[in-house]
Structure formats: structure tokens, C-alpha cells
């Protein structure tokens, strides 16, 4: 009988050890590592997926390669370039106008000012162009960032006795973020009047003086359609964060246009009706 409840001691001691929550554990490990390594792809893909409908749709992060939108935008070799982030829904529902800063994709004639150096190696080639996605690395293409000056219609040329662009006869106001280098003086590279033809748009960079744009024999005036997106933040540097100045240059224009426009229209109403 003694030998019986040894027995039956040890036994019960054994299924205790054998349950222990270190023991329960350790047999689950396996099963939850294999489930991580089957989730993993999935939860990249997804990833993938939603960066590939934000940036196709909704916005997109750029660097700025150049000095042309100085000192708006940061951009040069060695510096801390500005990222901006670019907004694409907002001429889903306006037209692009004076004053905005765009991101457009060059025609032809433009070259490449934004273009970044590829490596040949196909590894290396796939991770610059995940880098220029997320704005860490230039673009491998044709991608512009100016602000509109005139639009469609509008008759556009420079420079008035004060060095300013003209517009529709009109000088504009540019103050708030024209930009000349100490150096180089503030002088415009002076051009004939050119009407702006319906469906496209005139633009220039801030930097007057090192800014390859509309201004330049053989490119002219871009399509509206080649316009990506509206440049709405500088998201990094942080030091540089803050919204893009949007100042419409020919707002004057508008101002001295509307007393016109009243007096035009209170004559037609006070006019004598005929019998």
C-alpha cells in the first residue's frame, strides 16, 4: 500500500513539472515564429500597395535638386535639400493659377534638371528609385518645381522700368518671394511679349537669375496636363518646416481691374431703358 502512494506521488509530481508555463511556452515558440515568416509577405505587400495608391493619388514627397526656387525652396549639391510635399487632389477640383508652385513633368525640350545618376546595378538601381518615391533620393526623371506666373490667354513679358514681369500690360508684384543672388544684382533676363497659349501655363523659378524656365529658347510654356501636383509643405529639413509661400503675383491686377468692372456694370444698370 505504501509503495502504491509513492508511486502515485511521483507520478502527480511529474505531470506538474511537465506543465509548467516555461514547458507551454517553449512548445508554442516554433509554431508563432512560422507564423511571422508566412505574415511577413503579406504585411510588405500591403505596405506596398497603400505607398503606391498615397503617392499615385494623394501626395507625394519630393526633394528639390537645384537652386532655382531659392530662397523659397532649398536645393543644391552638398546642402540640406528641402523635401516638399506635394499635393495632387487640389487641381482635381480648380485650375492651377498665378502664384502657385507646381511640380510638372517637363516636355522634351526641357531636358532633365531634376535627374538623378543611376547605378547600374540592379540591387543598388531599385533602392534609388524607392529612395526618390519617399523624397530621400532625386528623381530619375523629368519632374520640374516653378511657380505659375501667367496662364492661358494671358500675354506675358519682362521687364517694366522697375525690372518687373508685365502681365496683360499690368506689372506684377513679386516681393514676397523673388529672389536675386548679392553677387549677380537684381536684374531679369528681359523677354518680348509672348501670349500664353489656352491649355498651358508660364513659369519661372523664384531664383531669377539661375532658373531654367519658361524664360529659355526652346521650352516655353508647359501644358496644364503635365502639372503633377501643388507643392504645399517643406516637410524636412525640420529646421525648414513650414508651409510654401502661394503669393499671387497679379493680385494687384485683380484689385485695379474691379473698380473697372463696377463701374462698368452700374452703367449698364443706370443706363436710360429705350421705349
Known amino acids: 500500500m505504501a509503495a502504491e502512494k509513492r508511486s502515485f506521488l511521483a507520478d502527480q509530481a511529474q505531470s506538474s513539472v511537465s506543465d509548467t508555463p516555461e514547458d507551454i511556452e517553449g512548445?508554442?515558440?516554433?509554431?508563432?515564429?512560422?507564423?511571422?515568416?508566412?505574415?511577413?509577405?503579406?504585411?510588405?505587400?500591403?505596405?506596398?500597395?497603400?505607398t503606391f495608391l498615397i503617392q499615385t493619388f494623394l501626395g507625394r514627397v519630393y526633394l528639390i535638386p537645384s537652386s532655382?526656387?531659392?530662397?523659397?525652396?532649398?536645393?543644391?549639391?552638398?546642402?540640406?535639400?528641402?523635401?516638399?510635399?506635394?499635393?495632387?487632389?487640389?487641381?482635381?477640383?480648380?485650375?492651377?493659377?498665378?502664384?502657385?508652385?507646381?511640380?510638372?513633368?517637363?516636355?522634351?525640350?526641357?531636358?532633365?534638371?531634376?535627374?538623378?545618376?543611376?547605378?547600374?546595378?540592379?540591387?543598388?538601381?531599385?533602392?534609388?528609385?524607392?529612395?526618390?518615391?519617399i523624397g530621400i533620393a532625386p528623381p530619375d526623371e523629368r519632374d520640374f518645381i516653378k511657380r505659375i506666373i501667367a496662364v492661358g490667354g494671358q500675354t506675358v513679358q519682362c521687364c517694366d522700368a522697375r525690372n518687373r514681369v508685365i502681365v496683360d500690360g499690368r506689372s506684377l508684384d513679386e516681393s514676397p518671394y523673388l529672389y536675386y543672388?548679392?553677387?549677380?544684382?537684381?536684374?531679369?533676363?528681359k523677354f518680348a511679349p509672348v501670349k500664353v497659349p489656352d491649355g498651358q501655363l508660364w513659369v519661372m523659378g523664384d531664383n531669377r537669375q539661375n532658373s531654367s524656365d519658361s524664360r529659355v529658347a526652346g521650352h516655353g510654356p508647359i501644358p496644364v496636363d503635365n502639372v503633377i501636383g501643388k507643392a504645399r509643405f517643406i516637410v524636412l529639413p525640420v529646421t525648414r518646416w513650414s508651409g510654401i509661400?502661394?503669393?499671387?503675383?497679379?493680385?494687384?491686377?485683380?484689385?485695379?481691374?474691379?473698380?473697372?468692372?463696377r463701374v462698368g456694370r452700374r452703367s449698364a444698370v443706370d443706363a436710360p431703358v429705350t421705349p
Request: proline share 9%; charged share 20%.
Open 245 to 261: 509661400n502661394d503669393h499671387n503675383p497679379q493680385a494687384l491686377l485683380l484689385l485695379a481691374a474691379w473698380p473697372l468692372t
Open 27 to 50: 512548445d508554442g515558440a516554433p509554431a508563432k515564429r512560422d507564423s511571422f515568416w508566412r505574415e511577413l509577405p503579406i504585411l510588405v505587400v500591403t505596405a506596398l500597395v497603400l
Open 68 to 133: 532655382s526656387m531659392e530662397q523659397t525652396l532649398h536645393g543644391c549639391t552638398g546642402c540640406s535639400n528641402d523635401r516638399v510635399l506635394v499635393d495632387k487632389v487640389t487641381f482635381r477640383f480648380r485650375d492651377p493659377r498665378p502664384g502657385d508652385v507646381v511640380v510638372f513633368r517637363g516636355p522634351e525640350s526641357w531636358g532633365s534638371e531634376a535627374a538623378g545618376k543611376r547605378s547600374p546595378y540592379l540591387v543598388i538601381r531599385w533602392l534609388q528609385q524607392a529612395g526618390s518615391v
Open 181 to 189: 543672388h548679392p553677387a549677380l544684382g537684381p536684374e531679369q533676363r
